[in-house]
């Protein structure tokens, strides 16, 4: 299957191509707006793969996409928050395959009905957000909870290591929301609460206590409905240095009372000067993911997974879900046809032999006490 990575050789599309670069099943195709870069890429991991010039905003973009035989392609050039479909809707006009990073809210929750149609009929799958939400967290959740009656609260929280590579792109996504309301499902009902404000402790298990704000993701609006949720699901980020997460609050702050309309365009300035923590951090992240709700016998459970992720290889698990979809697409696994989310497509078992190979550990905890 020759698979295509667009943004190949940005922060998480080079994780990806260096993973799958060698499968005997796959011919790689590294693409990006620069061919001197994708090339140079591709020179260093062998195995046939080549460099391709490919802008994914070109209107000819479904034509190059069949001219170059793609059967999958994989989107990584973000940020997904301001852009529409039609890298998606190429892929499936060039009856490819189609996986994406995307982490904004509207771009994976409106995908399926967006593309469903499409897909289904070149008979072809699209995945959106095979990253580590929805794709990771909800597996997460489904091996916390099997064989529950119900489920209470679902709260999950990233801890990235203020070390490890952090791209611009992913960045200018973060900021995209920074002080505006983020519609959450609290107390049973829908409620706002303000992107990167009011940070608050958070617990795990092999790292240092840290602090998380609240950020807008998939999984706030997916998990309610898809788990049944009572009461329940929050995400936050807790940054490793509290200076760099009061930071975030300061412009949340901002942008609430109007003093900063786009706080995403500071995202090169804070890019360039995010090293300037480097010295208050580590190479050490993870996340965190609780469950709450009645067990089997209906019986009160609470349940933690961890994970900690050493050496600054944490950013390798935002890319694990599309690297292990793509494998089962080379290697003639059927995944459903049609567009779809991530959520609920890979079992957390699948991720094991990835956390393995980059030394994570994982745990999980029974915090539910006595009965």
Avoid at 13 to 19: M, N
Avoid at 80 to 85: G, S
Avoid at 146 to 153: E, L
Avoid at 347 to 368: I, R
Wanted: net charge neutral; proline share 6%.
């Amino acid at each position: 299957m020759n698979v295509l990575v667009l943004g190949g050789y940005g922060n998480f599309g080079t994780r990806i191509c260096k993973a799958l670069a060698g499968h005997p099943q796959i011919h790689l195709q590294i693409a990006g707006r620069h061919a001197g870069k994708a090339q140079a890429l591709a020179d260093t991991l062998g195995g046939g793969a080549e460099g391709v010039a490919l802008d994914h905003e070109a209107p000819s973009l479904a034509a190059k996409l069949k001219a170059l035989g793609a059967g999958l392609v994989i989107h990584t050039a973000g940020p997904f928050q301001a852009q529409a479909y039609g890298v998606a809707l190429a892929a499936a006009q060039a009856c490819a395959h189609y996986i994406d990073l995307a982490d904004g809210r509207r771009f994976v929750c409106d995908f399926p009905a967006a593309l469903h149609s499409a897909f289904a009929s070149a008979g072809r799958t699209a995945v959106a957000g095979a990253s580590t939400v929805p794709a990771l967290s909800s597996a997460v959740v489904d091996a916390l909870s099997a064989g529950w009656q119900s489920i209470d609260t679902i709260d999950i929280c990233i801890a990235p290591a203020q070390r490890a590579p952090r791209g611009e792109a992913t960045l200018a996504a973060v900021l995209s929301y920074c002080g505006l309301p983020i519609a959450v499902w609290e107390d049973g009902r829908w409620q706002h609460r303000l992107g990167w404000a009011q940070p608050t402790p958070v617990h795990f298990l092999r790292l240092r206590p840290r602090r998380g704000a609240v950020c807008d993701i998939p999984d706030l609006e997916l998990f309610p409905a898809h788990y049944r949720v009572a009461r329940r699901v929050s995400f936050r980020a807790a940054l490793e240095v509290g200076l760099a997460q009061s930071a975030f609050s300061v412009l949340a702050r901002l942008r609430q009372w109007g003093w900063l309309k786009q706080p995403e365009k500071l995202a090169a300035l804070m890019h360039r000067g995010g090293g300037l923590f480097d010295a208050l951090g580590t190479p050490l992240g993870g996340m965190v993911v609780r469950v709450s709700g009645s067990n089997a016998q209906g019986q009160p459970s609470q349940c933690a997974w961890h994970i900690a992720a050493d050496h600054d290889h944490g950013p390798e698990i935002p890319c694990m879900a599309a690297i292990l979809l793509a494998r089962q697409l080379a290697e003639g696994q059927p995944l459903p046809i049609g567009a779809w989310t991530s959520t609920g497509l890979l079992p957390l078992d699948a991720f094991a032999p990835e956390f393995a190979k980059w030394g994570m550990q994982t745990d999980t905890v029974d915090e539910a006490g006595p009965h």
